[in-house]
């Protein structure tokens, strides 16, 4: 009867950690598609730049002022 509740316990304790690792690895995965993502906006951007080209950045809407 003892060593049922051991390994009851041991199983649920390895379902445990096996579900933390999957949402460390889920979260480790995002951060690098977001960074990754960022890192070629900058490098298109520095690209653009370094051809002498002055209309790089998307533009920046402005809200219209009354007058």
Not at 7 to 12: P, R, T, V
């Amino acid at each position: 009867m003892r060593r049922r509740d051991a390994n009851e316990n041991n199983d649920e304790e390895r379902q445990t950690s096996a579900l933390m690792g999957l949402i460390v690895i889920l979260i480790l995965a995002i951060a690098a598609l977001y960074l990754v993502r960022e890192l070629r906006f900058q490098s298109n951007l520095e690209d653009c730049l370094m051809q002498g080209r002055t209309d790089c950045a998307p533009p920046i809407d402005l809200p219209e002022r009354p007058y």
